[in-house]
């Protein structure tokens, strides 16, 4: 890549500033000092395939988009405490739950469906999840499930499980962004740096809750596969599986991701209609 078509060093250069960061805290990240930063976002150097794949990892991006996609188009990243249930907004859009007067009847169904509203009230005041309250939640549907064979049953299960994979954290510094963002002292370079200090005890509790789970999320597909009212939910879910890398494969979570934004583009443009609407929602955010 010649330095006047710097494609590469712009895309470095914009998302260090969209996220907040310094020469320096980029520097820190990759190993190497602020001048060779510099230097690959002037274009007078070029990082080798090991900290390209670093930076990109760093900023949820793949290489293939750090190289050859226009990312200088991307807004200013921001989060503050006032946009909190604007972000519980956004999740309900992506992962709405579903209901109806039949299922309601069934008390299991009933009380599961009002476990995840207070999960809803708990998220829109910024709150970490405490207690058994998710467990609690996927329980009630499951035993509903056992009970009645409605739809909802099966795509709400699915929701939990979901909402569940996102708790997957560690306490301490979720607790200090949560402080961060109720003081409108958040910045998103906090977040990256709690994803690139993920500890090894936490990468194996992910694998281990991706193969836990593996059996009941395929009986969950299978049941609204066998619906056709119901099919395209589960094909977004499967795509939503790789985008929020809930996957366990050969991959890397970005890989995942970019295979389930593909995923998630191919789904929209036969007409999925849960796929236009996640990717108009994200768009729009």
């Known amino acids: 890549m010649s330095k006047g078509d ?9 998302l260090r500033k969209m996220y907040g960061e310094t020469l320096d805290e980029l520097g820190e990240v990759i190993h190497f000092a ?6 690959y976002e002037n274009g007078s150097r070029k990082p080798d395939p090991q900290t390209l794949s670093n930076i990109a990892k760093h900023y949820g991006k793949t290489v293939d988009e750090l190289l050859f996609t226009n990312l200088t188009e991307l807004g200013e990243v921001k989060m503050e405490a006032n946009s909190i249930k604007e972000i519980v907004n956004l999740f309900q859009k992506i992962l709405p739950l579903y209901t109806s007067e039949d299922a309601m009847r069934n008390p299991e169904f009933k009380k599961g469906y009002k476990f ?10 910024g709150e970490v999840l405490r207690g058994t309250i998710i467990t609690d939640a996927f329980q009630a549907f499951i035993e509903a499930s ?11 299960l699915m929701w939990t499980i979901f909402v569940w994979w996102t708790q997957i954290f560690d306490v301490n510094q979720v607790m200090s962004i949560q402080f ?10 906090d977040y990256i740096k709690i994803k690139d200090n993920e500890s090894d005890e936490l990468i194996e509790k992910k694998h281990g809750f991706v193969s836990d789970f593996d059996e009941i999320i395929t009986e969950i597909l299978k049941k609204l596969k066998s619906n056709s009212n119901w ?7 499967i795509a939503l599986e790789y985008v929020w890398a ?8 970005e890989m995942n991701s970019a295979v389930g934004m593909q995923m998630m583009l191919t789904f929209a443009k036969i007409g999925n209609p849960h796929a236009l609407n996640f990717l108009k929602t994200s768009l729009s955010a």
Request: net charge negative.
């Open 34 to 39: 602020k001048s060779t930063v510099k230097g």
């Open 6 to 14: 710097n494609q590469l060093g712009k895309n470095i250069q914009h």
């Open 116 to 125: 995840c509203q207070q999960i809803i009230e708990g998220f829109s005041k």
């Open 246 to 253: 809930m996957v366990d494969s050969d991959l890397s979570s």
């Open 146 to 156: 056992e009970e009645i064979e409605f739809p909802e049953v099966a795509a709400d």
């Open 180 to 189: 961060k963002l109720l003081s409108n002292k958040f910045e998103i370079k």
């Open 231 to 237: 099919s395209d939910l589960a094909d977004y879910y």
